[in-house]
């Protein structure tokens, strides 16, 4: 005799005897079983583009070749922005939290994946691939001559903007 708890209920009582089942099918939990992150660069200039290439290997440790559409790729580690714009990643603007979740296309055990970073400094940045951890990419970003430039200016309007009202 069985109970069967179904949608917070609780069946009455089986009646006795045998129960048919079907079978039971096993669910990979996550075929994905080695992969590495790697960037184009590890000196970059702040809100310059570079390159994250995610590789997905195989158990004969050869890259995966079905490992293809869209999966959840995780950034976590980068310096938030105090203007709330720390960059973007995959087309996704990187969220002031410090983590990023983002929609990432593999095409055979392959994706590259845009990313900038206007925040300067070191960045250790961790990536999961469907919440599976594949490593870490150390970055330096430097300050970029064109961003200098706009926070400058920017510098400028706001000083500008105080000078205004304390005029009046």
């Known amino acids: 005799r069985v109970k069967v708890y179904d949608e917070h209920l609780w069946s009455e009582w089986s009646e006795a005897g045998w129960l048919r089942h079907g079978e039971i099918l096993k669910k990979t939990v996550?075929?994905?079983?080695?992969?590495?992150?790697?960037?184009?660069?590890?000196?970059?200039?702040?809100?310059?583009?570079?390159?994250?290439a995610i590789t997905v290997y195989a158990e004969d440790g050869l890259q995966n070749s079905d490992f293809n559409g869209?999966?959840?790729?995780?950034?976590?580690?980068y310096q938030t922005a105090?203007?709330?714009?720390?960059?973007?990643f995959g087309g996704s603007a990187l969220v002031n939290s410090g983590t990023t979740v983002a929609d990432i296309n593999f095409h055979q055990g392959i994706a590259e994946i845009p990313?900038?970073?206007?925040?300067t400094g070191q960045h250790t940045l961790s990536f999961l691939l469907d919440s599976v951890d594949i490593g870490k990419l150390d970055l330096?970003?430097?300050?970029?001559?064109?961003?200098?430039?706009?926070l400058r200016y920017r510098l400028l309007?706001?000083?500008?903007?105080?000078?205004i009202f304390c005029r009046l």
């Open 30 to 52: 996550n075929p994905l079983l080695h992969a590495s992150v790697s960037s184009n660069s590890t000196k970059l200039l702040s809100g310059h583009e570079a390159t994250v």
């Open 70 to 77: 869209l999966h959840k790729v995780t950034i976590t580690g």
């Open 82 to 88: 105090p203007d709330g714009i720390s960059g973007q």
């Open 115 to 119: 990313l900038w970073l206007n925040q």
């Open 140 to 150: 330096e970003i430097i300050p970029s001559e064109e961003i200098g430039a706009f």
């Open 157 to 163: 309007v706001n000083a500008k903007k105080v000078m």
